[in-house]
């Protein structure tokens, strides 16, 4: 959805490795880095209550399907002191 997409001022290359990292704060702020580099912030972006689940989902900006996308992943980490689950 369009709509709720914003662009962080970067443009992937083909053949271009890019590291790509989500910070959330204690008070909800979402932080985006593209190579380390600060691109956006989203204050209060969760609530500090939320229950915080990893995925990666991968789409064009228009929503498009004229062509196919590939994306591979070297590694995937995440680390949180919050609880993955619901007591």
Known sequence: NAADEYSLGNTPVASTYQ???L???SNGHAFYYI???LMGVEPLAVATTAVLIPT????SPDDGTAAVRKVYIDY????????????
Not at 76 to 87: E, G, K, L, N, V
Request: aromatic share 16%.
């Open 35 to 37: 190579n380390n580099y």
């Open 23 to 25: 910070e959330v704060d």
């Open 19 to 21: 590291t790509l990292r």
């Open 76 to 87: 995937f980490d995440f680390y949180t002191p919050r609880p993955a689950a619901r007591p």
């Open 56 to 59: 990666v989902t991968l789409n």
